[in-house]
């Protein structure tokens, strides 16, 4: 029974169920592992996020386990563009349904420089070679143009969020 109380603890929070009495510890990413830009769990948040743009309806518990627990999107910054050119080509990227799921990455990815462990990832010269190309292509698509406009902005000072995202768009 303990045995599988562990198993759901660690399951539901990301941290091993520890005897009464001892401190619990959150796993901190390591660039020393044989994944160091983590690039199965940028995939597997891509594809996360590429499925809420195809149903539109996110759940929120879902996307927690990419922005709430270790290694998270939030955490990674610009590695999570290199993450993404290793796990497919710039002109999949460019793909409508996979640009927006891409710039949901990135914002997230960008949005508070306090959480970025590894420090070379807090300048998005990755990220902004890809906004850079995808700006471009032709998306036609008004709003992804204006979201890759606002994420060439709040990359490189660090301050992406979906609010400000949606005034950008709103205003321009």
Do not use: W
């Not at 949005?111 to 850079?132: M, Y």
């Not at 190309?133 to 990359?155: P, V």
């Amino acid at each position: 029974m303990r045995r599988i109380l562990g198993l759901l603890c660690m399951l539901l929070t990301g941290t091993p169920l520890q005897p009464y009495g001892e401190p619990t510890t959150r796993h901190v990413i390591s660039p020393q592992s044989d994944d160091p830009y983590h690039i199965r769990f940028v995939s597997s948040a891509f594809q996360y996020y590429k499925s809420v743009t195809k149903a539109r309806r996110m759940i929120r518990t879902d996307a927690m386990r990419f922005t709430q627990m270790s290694p998270s999107l939030v955490q990674l910054g610009d590695a999570v563009s290199i993450a993404m050119l290793k796990n497919c080509e710039l002109d999949e990227i460019e793909e409508p349904e996979n640009t927006d799921a891409y710039l949901n990455l990135v914002r997230i990815s960008f949005s508070d420089p306090n959480k970025i462990v590894e420090k070379s990832d807090r300048s998005p010269r990755v990220s902004t070679l890809v906004l850079q190309y995808l700006q471009q292509k032709e998306m036609h698509d008004a709003g992804l143009e204006k979201r890759i406009s606002y994420l060439l902005g709040c990359t490189k000072s660090l301050s992406c969020s979906t609010r400000a995202e949606a005034e950008f768009i709103r205003d321009h």
